[in-house]
């Protein structure tokens, strides 16, 4: 499985390709309107989304910027 990160990174994907994603995951409590338009596309394309704490995230990136 590969994992994708950055806003823009994830957004093309699920214009491109939603089919192809298994879940997008989102820091909990984050208030970033382009971070809610990909939530919003997401749910319109029936892709699951989870809503994790920063550090899961931080872990899942491996030291990248995952925004």
């Known amino acids: 499985m590969s994992v994708l990160y ?3 990174a994830v957004s093309e994907a699920l214009r491109a390709g939603p089919e192809r ?3 997008i995951c989102v820091e909990r409590g984050q208030k970033n309107p382009r971070i809610q338009e990909i939530v919003e596309l ?3 394309c029936r892709v699951q989304i ?3 704490e920063r550090s899961w995230l ?3 990136a491996e030291g990248s ?3």
């Open 42 to 44: 997401a749910r319109k």
């Open 6 to 8: 950055g806003i823009h």
């Open 65 to 67: 910027r995952h925004q």
């Open 50 to 52: 989870a809503f994790e």
């Open 21 to 23: 994603i298994e879940r």
């Open 58 to 60: 931080d872990r899942k």
